[in-house]
């Protein structure tokens, strides 16, 4: 069967800037909880060395254009942009992010650019992170540097990435630095985020420049174990926790008032001030990026909490294994194709149908030389991967969804946080000793998908 896509339609890539750039001015709180805890990364691996974007921008650009990409989503690095967060403007950062976005243009390629993706700077941290609001304020300072410096080409900016993951890494589950776990620090970093979002929004629509503002969300949805209510409401606070408690801000301008009601009981609550519900309520957005990988799968709890416990989410539902969910055992995620679907109808029927596109799908892989076929990776894998969340999205679509774009993560094999190059996610090979890229035959099949605007399966 055929399946095209919309006239226009993005096909692209999306990467990040600590993943790809490689050492920077300004310190992050990567860079420095490498040098605490290196065993902490995948076989001692750190943030610099990364795929060597800040040597390759030029040569990477043209295998973007070799893929047929129409669009690519990179994030700009505030501690390359303002090594201290809050001071003087490095000027060969702009030089370079300059370079970086005229040679996309010249190639043809839309560029879209977060200006957040996991990277604080660590001046802003040893102040207290997402905590301090002053954090909050620099960063908007920051954002209104970027749209003043690149917003005459730049026409689709993204605020954060993934906003909810330093909530969990960085003040629940210790994957990120600064490796907190309490549940009321959490929150405000969250909470905090969405004012700092709502800054952004406000000083773009202020600057009256030509393009447009929006976030991007990894949507989980939250599927229960049963149609039992207990399960029912398990999954409903899971949801409310992990999924609305940004995209009902960004969408709707307010929180879901369940969601306030829960913390308040539990005494969870971050500190608000009386302005802060109008901020929020301007910080809606014109483009919702969503990245899904793996849906949530959740029951209610079979164990009472422990009340001496850290508050968690967890004090309201367990993780549900379902049987013969289908794996990806190296990640240790679901596969779950409708999942794509399921989000793009909820916002379709709950969320007016908002415009958005697929900022992330993507499976991470372990060893991939093993697939090595006469000097190429055969990752056929990832091909069926790809087209079976497209053949869902090409649903969703048909059925009135507003979806105008797929991205995959990644473009270039690229380092990945904590797991460093345990897991390989590209569409081109990086050989991490001499640097050479190998397109894999994911990527041929990619360029010959965006070509058509269609794929046949």
């Known amino acids: 069967m055929k399946y095209s896509f919309p006239e226009h339609f993005w096909w692209g890539s999306a990467s990040s800037a600590l993943q790809t750039e490689g050492t920077r001015e300004g310190q992050t709180t990567w860079d420095y909880w490498f040098t605490r805890e290196p065993n902490r990364f995948h076989n001692g691996v750190g943030p610099q060395h990364t795929s060597t974007f800040y040597q390759h921008w030029k040569t990477d650009i043209q295998l973007l254009k070799q893929l047929n990409h129409n669009s690519f989503r990179t994030s700009i690095s505030w501690a390359r942009l303002i090594p201290d967060g809050i001071g003087e403007v490095n000027p060969q950062a702009v030089d370079f992010y300059n370079q970086v ?11 879209f650019i977060t200006l957040f993706h ?21 960063y908007a300072r920051y954002a209104q540097i970027c749209f003043e410096l690149f917003g005459d080409r730049v026409l689709h900016w993204f605020t954060f990435n993934e906003p909810i993951v330093p909530v969990e890494g960085g003040y ?22 969405v004012l700092a979002h709502a800054l952004a ?51 709707r301008g307010e929180y879901p008032a369940d969601l306030v009601t829960l913390l308040k009981s539990y005494e969870q609550l971050p500190a608000c001030k009386p302005e802060d519900s109008a901020l929020i309520a301007e910080g809606k957005i014109d483009l919702l990026g969503i990245n899904y990988y793996q849906p949530r799968r959740v029951k209610c709890r079979d164990s009472a909490v422990n009340p001496q416990a850290p508050f968690m989410p967890e004090w ?49 892989v372990e060893n991939e030389q093993r697939f090595i076929e006469n000097g190429q990776i055969n990752d056929q894998y990832r091909i069926d991967f790809i087209s079976g969340h497209l053949t869902w999205l090409h649903k ?18 690229n380092w990945s946080w904590c797991n460093a190059y345990k897991n390989r996610y590209g569409f081109i090979q990086l050989d991490l ?6 397109i ?7 360029a010959a998908t965006s070509l058509n605007n269609s794929f046949d399966k």
């Not at 604080?120 to 620099?138: C, L, S, T």
């Not at 194709?337 to 399921?342: L, M, S």
């Not at 894999?440 to 990619?446: L, T």
């Open 433 to 438: 000793d001499t640097q050479q890229r190998t």
């Open 201 to 251: 929004v406000r000083a773009y629509r202020a600057g009256h420049y030509a393009g447009e503002i929006g976030i991007v969300l990894n949507l989980t949805p939250s599927y229960p174990r049963s149609q039992n209510p207990a399960d029912v409401k398990a999954a409903h606070i899971a949801d409310l926790m992990f999924n609305r408690s940004f995209l009902d801000p960004v969408l």
């Open 172 to 193: 629940l589950y210790d994957f990120h630095y600064p490796n907190v776990v309490d549940f009321r620090r959490a929150a405000t970093v969250a909470y905090n985020t």
């Open 118 to 138: 996991f990277d604080m700077p660590m001046a802003m941290q040893e102040i207290g992170g997402w905590e301090n609001r002053d954090v909050v304020e620099a």
């Open 316 to 364: 309201f539902f367990d993780n549900y294994e379902m049987p013969g969910r289908k794996m990806n055992p190296y990640r240790g995620w679901e596969i779950y194709e409708p999942g794509i679907y399921d989000i793009l109808v909820n916002l379709r029927d709950n969320y007016g149908n908002p415009r958005c596109f697929i900022s992330e799908n993507g499976m991470g």
């Open 101 to 111: 976005i005229d040679e996309l243009i010249e190639q043809g390629i839309t560029p």
């Open 440 to 446: 894999k035959k994911s990527g041929e099949w990619f």
């Open 396 to 413: 969703g679509i048909s059925e009135g969804c507003n979806c105008l774009g797929y991205h995959m993560w990644t473009f270039i094999d």
